[in-house]
């Protein structure tokens, strides 16, 4: 590790590495320092220290991975590892962002990226991966080919794993737990955690008989370590995994255990905010849409207790809801306003697709079929990535007749194959 960091505050000073070492080492010779062969003598980390403006400690135990080193990197793992709202960010903030070894340094900026992705801080989590990680994870970017301090590796995997959820590509998240889970030690919280992400990549990849025996083997921990603080998060997974099943009612029965359960949850804003959004999708997609109104409606009662800035942050969620319920009336003077409103408001990357995908829509409906089109492939890559399969269905429809009409017939047959191969798979 020590050859990343010190290219790392060469690129910083923009240095060459036979800048750094003139006068101290020949270049073959720090090449086998670089590749562990021989040992860093104290002089020339001094010296070299100098040159990059930092402390020698920071050049000579750059690879230091004894006892108090791991035992410091686990810790901060464990505190961030938490669900990320129930974190104080001052706690967060001061953690020092530079530490003498590189496996405590890269564990805490790995999980504090991971920190500010889940809270959708786009800021910080830009200025981390701009001023230092990007750099690093060119280089430690394949944990599972690298052979690195185990709560480094915990740190990256999960970084990985929240990444790509936010992406909401599940078969990746899959891979990246294989490797997590063996690391972790179980019946831990952040093992608990680990299934519960599991669960969530089974029914999203549409693994139904990997879900359901998901769910019985945490249940059954939960139930026999009586912790029953997990049961309500539980309870909104199982609602997801039923309602992919076309269970709609158990569905809905789920998110009532989950309601019930809220006493125990150690957060229970949030988990009450992924109970409403589930049941509110859920009884828009169903046809329920009086009922989700009233939910929406009591939704919007309960974020109008918050601070004003809770308020913003959970207004393009509201208008999303407000969107579907328009489509799914086929309402296009409702949707209008509500576009334009969603337009000006900073979205996460899933709000700013389904933008799209409602923009396309009343552009077909008009017969702006240009518009129609164009709109549609902003927001299909992200879909078919996702396997969004109603946004899917809706999309390749209404491309393959656009074609059709315009006598673009390849594209026509191309998007009709799709569409079959969709229904065939649903």
């Not at 890269?106 to 801080?121: E, F, G, I, V």
């Not at 900073?346 to 552009?363: G, K």
Request: aromatic content about 10%; charged content about 20%; glycine content about 4%.
């Amino acid at each position: 590790m020590l050859k990343e960091r010190i290219q790392y505050l060469c690129d910083k000073k923009q240095l060459s590495r036979k800048e750094l070492t003139d006068g101290l080492v020949t270049q073959a010779h720090f090449s086998n320092i670089l590749a562990g062969r021989y040992a860093l003598p104290e002089d020339l980390a001094e010296a070299m220290a100098q040159r990059l403006g930092v402390d020698a400690d920071y050049i000579a135990q750059t690879d230091l991975t004894d006892t108090s080193t791991l035992q410091e990197a686990e810790r901060i793992f464990d505190m961030l590892s938490a669900q990320a709202s129930s974190i104080p960010e001052q706690q967060v903030n001061e953690l020092p962002d530079r530490h003498p070894t590189l496996t405590v340094e890269l564990t805490t900026a790995l999980m504090k990226a991971t920190y500010y992705q889940q809270l959708n801080d786009t800021d910080a989590y830009q200025y981390v991966h701009q001023s230092y990680l990007n750099f690093y994870l060119e280089h430690f970017g394949r944990p599972d080919q690298l052979q690195l301090p185990v709560p480094l590796h915990k740190a990256l995997l999960f970084y990985k794993i929240q990444h790509f959820r936010s992406l909401g590509q599940y078969h990746d998240v899959l891979y990246q737990l294989e490797l997590w889970l063996p690391l972790l030690d179980q019946g831990s919280e952040t093992w608990l955690t680990a299934q519960q992400i599991r669960l969530e990549a089974y029914v999203h990849t549409r693994q139904f008989e990997q879900a359901k025996s998901s769910f019985e083997k945490i249940t059954t921990h939960i139930y026999e370590q009586r912790l029953f603080h997990r049961l309500s998060g539980l309870y909104v997974l199982y609602s997801g995994y039923c309602f992919s099943m076309e269970w709609t009612q158990e569905a809905l029965t789920a998110l009532a255990m989950a309601e019930a359960h809220l006493v125990h949850a150690q957060h229970q804003s949030d988990t009450l905010s992924a109970i409403m959004n589930n049941r509110i999708i859920m009884l828009t997609r169903s046809g329920e849409l009086e009922q989700a109104q009233q939910e929406l409606d009591r939704f919007r009662q309960i974020i109008q207790m918050q601070p004003e800035e809770t308020q913003q942050q959970w207004e393009p969620t509201l208008l999303v809801y407000h969107c579907e319920m328009a489509l799914a009336r086929k309402d296009w003077g409702a949707l209008i306003p509500l576009l334009e409103k969603l337009r000006v408001c900073t979205l996460a990357i899933d709000q700013q697709m389904a933008l799209f995908f409602y923009e396309s829509q009343l552009s077909l409906s008009s017969g702006q079929h240009d518009s129609f089109v164009e709109q549609a492939l902003q927001c299909l890559p992200y879909f078919e990535g996702i396997r969004q399969q109603d946004r899917l269905g809706v999309l390749y429809e209404g491309l393959a007749t656009v074609a059709e009409e315009q006598r673009r017939y390849k594209d026509a047959a191309l998007y009709y194959r799709k569409l079959v191969y969709l229904l065939r798979h649903a």
